[in-house]
């Protein structure tokens, strides 16, 4: 069975038009794909099946090799790192199998957030190295990826077009990225940018984003105590949306891949309240980490060359806030544009290596 394919995606124009946001007017052909997506993978042999994370030995249901994961030990003075899941599990429905990464699956989930009182749909993918037996006590980093567009009603990083999954299991294998579990939350609750932010008055996104989803991977898979272990990736307004949350939690998330990111909120629905998005705003929020002294976080930003104005605002951004305790890295994706695909080259040309080195592997 062959997925459909999207068409390259222009997650948003890259300058403010005449209207309330510059990410405001998306083509219809990107709002429909990631419906289309999920149609052409309805009916994909065991699609819809109930899965679990729970147990060793298999990739939920599919042997796995042995891999080459970078693994930690203990903390300094014998603290245990590895936090076992809490339960109780998520009603999992398999969305696809990844063949090429050991027949592990992504599944999906319905939320209903406690913390926000939001309920949306959420995917996650575990490498194969989380079900090796030699690996059964260890806690793994959590990936907390993030799409551009409107990110709902679905999250197009789970998606057989793009092979995210893939290509995080190749590079591990290669010994250029930990062995991340990866998460794929909906970013808004319908077709309208709230900046992933808890803006008065609208749906508190910021807070399911950074409290409700993480607390469901901790329900659902063995993690790590240390921030060193959670992290966040996106494009476009899922760029946004990862380094203002690094930035706003650095007690809880230590890095972010930000790729073509807004670097300040836009959404129509603060109708100008510049006290509230303050408080959302990744400059604002660069500035009292280093007035404070950290924590240490680090910014992998990506953009395609040719992504003129993004690489601007990026520049800008890095030149002003990037010191002290926020430690940043570009990579220009050469010939690249906005889209996934260009950010993904990105990642494997330095990024999901740089990335790895600061934070933990799977770790006791």
Not at 141 to 151: K, S, Y
Not at 235 to 246: H, I, M, N, R, Y
Request: net charge positive; glycine share 14%.
């Amino acid at each position: 069975m062959t997925p459909a394919r999207r068409p390259a995606e222009r997650l948003r124009p890259s300058r403010r038009p005449a209207g309330p946001t510059r990410r405001s007017r998306l083509r219809t052909a990107l709002l429909l794909a990631p419906l289309l997506l999920v149609a052409s993978l309805a009916g994909c042999g065991d699609q819809g099946d109930p899965v679990s994370f729970t147990g060793t030995g298999t990739g939920n249901g599919a042997a796995v090799g042995a891999g080459t994961a970078r693994t930690g030990g203990s903390a300094a003075g014998g603290a245990r790192l590895a936090v076992m899941p809490s339960g109780p599990q998520a009603d999992w429905r398999v969305q696809r199998t990844v063949g090429a990464a050991g027949g592990t699956r992504i599944a999906v989930t319905r939320l209903h957030g406690p913390a926000s009182g939001f309920t949306g749909r959420v995917w996650v993918w575990a490498p194969p190295e989380y079900f090796l037996r030699a690996n059964a006590d260890k806690g793994f980093p959590v990936l907390i990826a993030l799409p551009g567009g409107f990110g709902w009603p679905n999250n197009y990083w789970y998606g057989a077009d793009l092979r995210l999954q893939e290509d995080f299991h190749a590079w591990t294998a290669q010994g250029r990225s930990l062995p991340f579990i990866l998460v794929m939350p909906v970013i808004n609750p319908d077709q309208r940018y709230h900046d992933c932010s808890d803006i008065p008055g609208s749906q508190r996104m910021g807070t399911w984003l950074t409290r409700d989803v993480p607390g469901l991977v901790r329900r659902t898979f063995r993690t790590l105590r240390t921030r060193d272990g959670w992290g966040f990736m996106g494009s476009s307004s899922g760029g946004f949306c990862a380094l203002k949350s690094v930035l706003k939690h650095p007690e809880a998330f230590k890095a972010a891949i930000p790729s073509g990111p807004d670097i300040a909120p836009d959404s129509p629905l603060w109708h100008g309240d510049a006290a509230a998005m303050r408080a959302d705003d990744p400059r604002h929020l660069a500035r009292a980490l280093a007035a404070r002294h950290g924590p240490d976080v680090y910014l992998g930003f990506q953009a395609g060359s040719t992504e003129t104005a993004d690489l601007a605002e990026v520049r800008r951004f890095i030149a002003q806030y990037g010191h002290g305790p926020v430690h940043t890295r570009l990579e220009v994706v050469a010939g690249g544009g906005h889209n996934a695909r260009s950010y993904t080259r990105g990642m494997a040309d330095g990024t999901i290596a740089w990335i790895s080195a600061h934070m933990r592997g799977p770790s006791t």
